[in-house]
């Protein structure tokens, strides 16, 4: 039986990255790193994994749906069923969205629909609330929105600065996501 095949989509750390590679078996097979940054250090995590990259610069493009269509030509190339955003900074738009119906999901660092957007570590400290949390979800045109899959609560410590709130959250993330991943290929 041929496995299912997926890609990933960055534009930072690539911690999240790390920890779908090093999961075991997803029931997917991880075939293509996208990344919005050529400087990002989570093009040399997919080296490291012998992942094929496709980096582009949104800057380059005239549109939104002229870069889509660029990613949407490789992840055919590579027989890309199932996307997994893991940082990917950027609002995903309908040409993709059209593309890869009820097949993307996210992981953001909050219980939402709190916190969405760039910060949401950020926002929890500064809200000034006892519990945050990561969330993967189904995406949609919005910002952070779209049906929520499964959550996990992180307590905010009174003594929390955005560096140790992050450690923990990363730590939630870094195992939610790649189970949530399994139980849905398992379907
Ligand atoms: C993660 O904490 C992820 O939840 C967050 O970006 C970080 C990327 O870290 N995503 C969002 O905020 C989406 N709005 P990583 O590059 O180390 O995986």
Not at 55 to 78: C, D, G
Not at 91 to 118: E, R
Not at 133 to 161: C, F, K, N, R, W
Request: charged residues 20%; contains cysteine; negative net charge.
């Amino acid at each position: 039986m041929t496995q299912v095949k997926a890609a990933v989509f960055a534009s930072g750390t690539g911690s999240n990255f790390q920890a779908i590679m090093e999961a075991g078996d997803l029931g997917c097979e991880i075939v293509l790193l996208v990344c919005d940054n050529p400087d990002a250090t989570v093009i040399d995590k997919a080296k490291y994994h012998d992942i094929p990259v496709f980096v582009f610069q949104p800057t380059n493009y005239e549109s939104k749906e002229a870069y889509e269509q660029v990613i949407i030509k490789y992840l055919i190339e590579a027989n890309v069923s199932w996307i997994f955003l893991a940082g990917y900074m950027r609002i995903v738009g309908s040409t993709l969205l059209k593309a890869y119906k009820g097949k993307v999901i996210n992981i953001h660092p909050s219980l939402l629909p709190q916190f969405p957007g760039k910060d949401g570590i950020e926002q929890a400290l500064e809200a000034g609330v006892t519990k945050t949390g990561v969330t993967v979800h189904y995406i949609d045109a919005g910002i952070d929105t779209g049906p929520i899959i499964a959550q996990e609560t992180v307590e905010v410590l009174p003594q929390d600065s955005i560096t140790t709130l992050k450690k923990r959250i990363q730590k939630a993330e870094h195992e939610l996501y790649p189970s949530v991943i399994k139980q849905l290929l398992k379907k």
